[in-house]
């Protein structure tokens, strides 16, 4: 696919093909887009509507020439922790290159997924089922998370269980189902959102994928990887944004003058989504039997000086902590719709 310097960022980020895309006007490349980009950019951004393509070009672009020997490629490729890059002759696109083309390498990823919560609030479905089990259209929300590691190239997947972990183990055994190996964490005591980390018996050698087990999200988690990767970051911290409708008129204060009155705005913030990107050294920070949440491992790893990077996602995220997540859920998985 190629894209337009006019398009709409957000909209060619969902667009995008294994995270690139040239641009071309007029017949001719002008730069290239990576998902990594745009996403830098949407963190400085207050008005994503506003952004175009032009706004967000690699810069070097991300190009190679036809007569580039693959190792040359390959370096490209592995340097910036891109899937492709654009052939480029005198500012004529030919074709592209990806890492199935020159055999680039690709960090392992391991994923831990949290799924030892009781779902309380979702009681009483939660009283037969626990609530990664949960149907949410024609899979359940662990299931769904499956698929999306398969389609992410993530081999090794770690289920960090608790309440009626044996329901969990009997629906997902050893993962081939879904094209993934499953193996399992078992708290004794809940550990909270990171200490069950403590139990891997071994450290990965590539970055590790902490989710939970109680989200619905269309986010492919390769390129947040990638993006990890890409920033030399200790952790990556996924984001999504939430807005919150003031319903006054709010006063612009300069010591006792009156500067500015907004009238009614819309504020809006980044929140942490529960997608977090590790460097396999931030397990040394996670205390053994110990109950340990992100945020506590987040704040260590800044104490300790290590970089901590935001990912801002803009695909369907859906936390379903309660009914009403739940009831959006299911409307999406009936209506496809992208509900925010």
């Known amino acids: 696919m190629t894209l337009s310097p006019t398009q709409p960022a957000v909209e060619a980020l969902r667009a995008l093909e294994a995270g690139f895309a040239p641009v071309l006007e007029d017949g001719r490349v002008v730069g290239t887009v990576s998902d990594r980009s745009i996403r830098r950019t949407l963190l400085t951004t207050a008005d994503w509507s ?127 189902d ?61 984001a999504f944004y939430h807005e919150v409708a003031v319903p006054y008129g709010v006063l612009r204060i300069d010591e006792v003058a009156l500067t500015e009155i907004d009238e009614k705005p819309t504020l809006r913030f980044p929140c942490f989504a529960g997608f977090t990107v590790l460097d396999p050294a931030m397990l040394d920070l996670v205390p053994p039997a110990t109950v340990f949440s992100m945020v506590d491992l987040i704040e260590a790893a800044r104490a300790a000086g290590h970089r901590v990077v935001v990912f801002p996602i803009v695909e369907m995220w859906l936390d379903i902590g309660n009914w009403e997540e739940l009831n959006r859920a299911l409307l999406w998985s009936v209506t496809g719709e992208e509900v925010m």
Request: glycine share 6%; charged share 25%.
């Open 50 to 176: 506003a952004l175009r393509v032009a706004d967000v070009l690699d810069d070097p672009p991300l190009t190679v020439s036809p007569s580039t020997p693959d190792v040359e490629v390959r370096a490209v490729l592995e340097r910036n922790h891109v899937r492709a890059v654009a052939v480029v002759d005198d500012d004529r696109l030919v074709g592209t290159r990806t890492v199935a083309d020159v055999e680039a390498a690709i960090p392992a990823t391991t994923a831990v997924v949290m799924a030892g919560g009781k779902g309380s609030r979702l009681q009483p479905l939660t009283d037969k089922v626990p609530k990664p089990l949960l149907a949410v259209g024609r899979a359940s929300i662990l299931e769904r998370l499956l698929e999306n590691f398969h389609e992410a190239l993530v081999g090794d997947v770690w289920l960090a269980v608790n309440y009626m972990s044996e329901m969990i183990e009997d629906r997902i055994g050893d993962g081939s």
């Open 178 to 238: 879904w094209g993934v190996r499953a193996r399992y964490l078992h708290e004794e005591q809940p550990l909270h959102t990171a200490g069950a980390l403590a139990l891997l018996p071994e450290r990965p050698e590539g970055p590790i994928l902490v989710t939970h087990a109680d989200q619905v999200t269309t986010l492919p988690f390769a390129r947040m990887v990638d993006y990890h990767l890409a920033e030399g970051a200790a952790i990556t911290v996924g």
